[in-house]
């Protein structure tokens, strides 16, 4: 019962390195999205993907991009770390019901430090 | 302003307190309503969605939803050490083309 699958688990970089966040999900489900989690600031939410093809921004998308890959697959990817970027990042995924999303499974998360 | 404001906590109580979690929003399009439960260093899991204003339970667990004063609550009877966990408000406008608004999240914490 895999779910949402994030890789890595945890993650150091120096300012200006580059690096790739890691999404997979096996439930078919069509939407996904990333979120950053900051303490007192609550779920934020950086990308999303309705569906496969289609990539639209959220509430803090600058410093960030992301791909959807295929169905199951959804990367992130910081061009130039910076500090303000160390965060919990969190995977997510939903299937689109008649009344829109609700019920998001998420990743176990990736704790990124940026020095 | 943000669309929506959770209490921050921490919240402190024994062992078999009744717990209240609220969350105030200013979007009237929102029409769903749901309580995620977080773990320390795990992600988010769905515990309670609803829709409509009023009650709704499951096991200890209330959701209550006042959407002419835009409010909503998770009442938790008989708590246990076990719920101890940040507990996020989540709404959608029911749409499916906005992702959920989350709140920022109250930290419980239940005293054996």
């Known amino acids: 019962n895999a779910g949402v699958t994030q890789t890595p688990k945890f993650q150091v970089l120096k300012t200006g390195q580059s690096m790739t966040l890691q999404c997979a999900q096996d439930m078919n489900h069509n939407s996904m999205y990333w979120y950053r989690q900051d303490p007192g600031m609550g779920l934020r939410l950086i990308y999303y993907?309705?569906?496969?093809?289609?990539?639209d921004k959220g509430e803090v998308p600058n410093g960030y991009n992301v791909s959807r890959l295929n169905k199951r697959e959804f990367s992130l990817r910081l061009e130039s770390a910076a500090p303000s970027q160390t965060s919990v990042y969190f995977c997510?995924?939903?299937?689109?019901?008649?009344?829109?999303?609700?019920?998001?499974?998420f990743g176990s998360g990736t704790r990124l430090t940026v020095v | 302003q943000k669309e929506v404001e959770q209490d921050p906590g921490p919240l402190s109580v024994p062992e078999g307190a009744i717990v209240s979690l609220n969350c105030t929003y200013s979007n009237s399009a929102f029409q769903y309503f749901m309580w995620y439960r977080q773990y320390s260093r795990k992600g988010p899991e769905l515990l309670m969605y609803?829709?409509?204003?009023g009650n709704k339970e499951d096991g200890r667990f209330t959701a209550q939803v006042d959407k002419s004063s835009k409010y909503i609550s998770l009442f938790i009877r008989d708590s246990q050490p076990s719920d101890s966990a940040t507990y996020l408000c989540a709404m959608s406008d029911g749409t499916g083309r906005r992702a959920l608004t989350f709140g920022s999240g109250t930290r419980l914490q239940v005293q054996p």
């Open positions: 609803t829709y409509s204003s």
């Open positions: 993907s309705a569906s496969e093809g289609t990539t």
């Open positions: 997510a995924s939903s299937e689109l019901t008649s009344w829109g999303n609700y019920g998001y499974t």
